[in-house]
């Protein structure tokens, strides 16, 4: 006589329940992915910058998710200290989300009164110059002054 087959026990949970809520979860997660992509992938127009404030041009590039990246400065017999002269990309053009925007800023007036930066220490007085878009050069001197003045 032959052994009877051993009966096969059944499973406790059934394969679909377990196949079923791992293909929702992996759908799900592949459209959350998705849409995370769409968004910091979705190309959006550069704002015209020009003649604003660079404060002003930064808060308007964030509002389209750009970022502002400061470029030259150059003198400009119109547009105030600190106002964007230039950008690029240009307005109007089409880029991702969080591409940063170069403006060129505005160092003023080439024509200005020049600071008196006699007697001040050399760190205030070249500050003061540089914020006037110049270049500061020094040169050491003898002189009866303390060390690291400006004595002309």
Do not use: C, H
Request: zero cysteines.
């Amino acid at each position: 006589m032959e052994a009877p087959t051993p009966r096969r026990r059944p499973r406790l949970i059934p394969l679909w329940a377990i196949v079923a809520p791992a293909s929702v979860l992996v759908v799900g997660i592949g459209l959350i992915a998705y849409a995370v992509w769409a968004r910091q992938t979705a190309l959006v127009p550069v704002p015209n910058v020009a003649n604003l404030d660079v404060a002003v041009a930064r808060s308007r590039l964030a509002e389209q998710g750009l970022l502002l990246q400061r470029g030259d400065r150059r003198f400009s017999p119109s547009i105030p200290v600190d106002g964007v002269i230039d950008q690029m990309p240009s307005p109007g053009v089409r880029v991702p989300r969080g591409t940063p925007i170069t403006v060129v800023v505005s160092a003023g007036s080439e024509s200005f009164p020049m600071p008196e930066v006699t007697g001040l220490p050399l760190q205030t007085a070249r500050e003061q110059l540089q914020a006037k878009g110049l270049v500061v050069q020094t040169e050491v001197v003898a002189s009866s002054k303390p060390k690291n003045v400006v004595v002309s």
